[in-house]
T-cell receptor
Framework: DTEVTQTPKHLVMGMTNKKSLKCEQH?????MYWYKQKAKKPPELMFV???????INESVPSRFSPECPNSSLLNLHLHALQPEDSALYLC?????????????FGPGTRLTVT | GEDVEQSLFLSVREGDSSVINCTYT??????LYWYKQEPGAGLQLLTY?????DMKQDQRLTVLLNKKDKHLSLRIADTQTGDSAIYFC????????????FGDGTTLTVKP
């Protein structure tokens, strides 16, 4: 199984809502990532979890709150978002640890903030 | 991405070969990746090469690396309409474990 799954596929939320994005992988990977991608642009790294610990936070606003409950799951909690946060949110996973490991991406959650 | 540059568009005829180019900075050892993204989808890893290699072939895909010029290319043989997508070049260095730097992507259009 080389699949990363993400739910929901689409999400529309108001600026006062609280919602969560979910990501799951069963490849035994120990590193998981959140990216934000605007249309026609490359993905921008937001967070990296390595062995369930947050290892990289790319100065992301606190209205985005990541959580890694276990090695297979990654959540992104959203609160008080702005319209400019509308984007495709991609989750990825890799083997983790030292060295180079290719990342496997999920299909993404298309988020619209109204 | 500021360290990885790609041309933005490429158009080819079905059955021809496509060559997508990428240049990168940074002299340290690095892995270089090619990803494909179809409309509305996530990124699909196509292939990768380590910076001490010259070439890697995988079915219709050939990756060539000119280490001196830091120039990477992805050749797709017998290009099909299903190859139409955005192709991202990315690099990953040991000093930034877990972080990949992406190019802006090349939109490949395959005309029948």
């Amino acid at each position: 199984d080389t699949e990363v799954t993400q739910t929901p596929k689409h999400l529309v939320m108001g600026m006062t809502n609280k919602k969560s994005l979910k990501c799951e992988q069963h490849m035994g990977h120990r590193a998981m990532y959140w990216y934000k991608q605007k249309a026609k642009k490359p993905p921008e790294l937001m967070f990296v979890y390595s062995y369930e610990k947050l290892s990289i936070n790319e100065s992301v606003p606190s209205r985005f709150s990541p959580e890694c409950p276990n090695s297979s799951l990654l959540n992104l909690h959203l609160h008080a978002l702005q319209p400019e946060d509308s984007a495709l949110y991609l989750c990825a996973s890799s083997h983790g640890g030292a060295g180079f490991y290719e990342q496997y991406f999920g299909p993404g959650t298309r988020l619209t903030v109204t | 991405g500021e360290d990885v540059e790609q041309s933005l568009f490429l158009s080819v005829r079905e059955g021809d070969s496509s060559v997508i180019n990428c240049t990168y900075t940074d002299s340290s050892s690095t892995y270089l990746y090619w990803y494909k993204q179809e409309p509305g989808a996530g990124l699909q890893l196509l292939t990768y090469i380590f910076s001490n290699m010259d070439m890697k072939q995988d079915q219709r895909l050939t990756v060539l690396l000119n280490k001196k010029d830091k120039h990477l290319s992805l050749r797709i043989a017998d290009t099909q309409t299903g190859d139409s997508a955005i192709y991202f070049c990315a690099k990953q260095a040991p000093s930034n474990a877990g972080k990949s730097t992406f190019g802006d992507g090349t939109t490949l259009t395959v005309k029948p």
